[in-house]
């Protein structure tokens, strides 16, 4: 079957019920995509104030960070147009575009320590939200660490947009937009196991 990007067989769903089962972004990308198109059919909804991205997201940031990090200064970013569709909201799969929301949810895999987190990007507050259900694996700074091309690719990404020069958004940042947005932990329930 295929929902949106993703192809799920047997296998996909069997592997979620396997004792020794590992979440994988196509699981996520799969659940993401359900509650996007929802979100969608909703119609006494006309404004919802979040949406979500999909696992390469945070691929895409990465690249974008390494292809413009030797440069001495942010101004005159390479933005790559996969980013600038998944803001514009034509990517991933019932996407929407950022203008219309407050919050957009990241999944986010940090592979040194196979681990996910929820992400939040709050564009009102202009900071990031990290929901970690697993504080005691990642060490505060670390996290920061793992991030960092995040807080800095956002903003430069908002920017090349004129994200917050116009729409409604218009002036809603007070940061200056070449500032790193700050990256917090959000207080969640832990799990136990490992």
């Not at 994988?24 to 991205?53: F, N, P």
């Not at 007070?174 to 136990?192: E, G, K, L, S, Y």
């Amino acid at each position: 079957m295929q929902f949106g990007n993703v192809e799920a067989e047997i296998e996909f769903f069997a592997s979620l019920v396997k004792a020794d089962g590992w979440l994988k972004g196509d699981h996520i990308d799969l659940g993401l995509y359900l509650i996007r198109k929802r979100q969608q059919q909703l119609e006494e909804v006309e404004i919802s104030d979040w949406t979500t991205t999909d696992v390469f997201f945070m691929n895409h940031i990465h690249t974008c960070f390494a292809d413009n990090k030797r440069k001495k200064e942010q101004v005159g970013w390479k933005i790559r147009t996969s980013l600038l569709n998944v803001v514009n909201g034509k990517v991933p799969a019932c996407g929407m575009d950022w203008q219309y929301t407050y919050k957009v949810y990241v999944p986010c895999m940090l592979p040194k320590y196979k681990h996910w987190v929820a992400l939040e990007i709050d564009l009102i507050q202009c900071e990031i939200k990290v929901y970690d259900s697993m504080v005691s694996l990642i060490p505060g700074q670390s996290l920061k660490e793992e991030l960092g091309p995040l807080s800095i690719t956002i903003p430069n990404l908002l920017h090349t947009l004129d994200f917050y020069e116009e729409g409604v958004h218009a002036n809603e940042c007070t940061r200056d937009w070449w500032c790193p947005w700050p990256i917090h932990r959000v207080d969640v329930p832990q799990q136990a196991n490992q």
